[in-house]
């Protein structure tokens, strides 16, 4: 069983930047794509960004592309959420999730097909 741990999540002024981490329990991670979701109060959960096991494919929701980033280090187990130029509209808890079915593909926009969940952090953003 893979444990994923976030941090880096916190209080932030409108136009600050965060960078979130996510910490995995195996070296497995390496062959896992990995995606950020975030979680407002009274909406869904949706997804953020997402990289493939390789890092060569990435994705980005339309409302974060161009201020958020995603990489990663498998050398180091970790994954990382680069925020830029936060607003008030990406306030809500950040989960970091990992799926374990290597593919070539992009890596998988729906949060069923992830197998491991972080318990997410939470970031707030104001002004």
């Known amino acids: 069983q893979v444990q994923l741990l976030e941090s880096g999540g916190g209080l932030v002024q409108a136009g600050g930047s965060l960078r979130l981490s996510c910490v995995a329990s195996e070296s497995t991670f390496k062959i896992f794509n990995v995606g950020w979701f975030r979680q407002a109060p009274g909406k869904d959960r949706e997804i953020v960004a997402a990289i493939s096991w390789s890092g060569g494919k990435i994705y980005y929701a339309d409302s974060v592309r161009g201020r958020f980033a995603i990489s990663r280090d498998n050398a180091k187990r970790t994954a990382y959420l680069q925020m830029n130029s936060l607003n008030s509209e990406d306030t809500a808890v950040y989960y970091c999730?990992?799926?374990?079915?290597?593919?070539?593909?992009?890596?998988?926009?729906?949060?069923?097909?992830?197998?491991?969940w972080g318990r997410g952090t939470q970031v707030t953003v104001r002004g």
């Open positions: 999730a990992a799926d374990d079915e290597m593919s070539s593909g992009y890596p998988p926009q729906d949060a069923a097909n992830y197998d491991y």
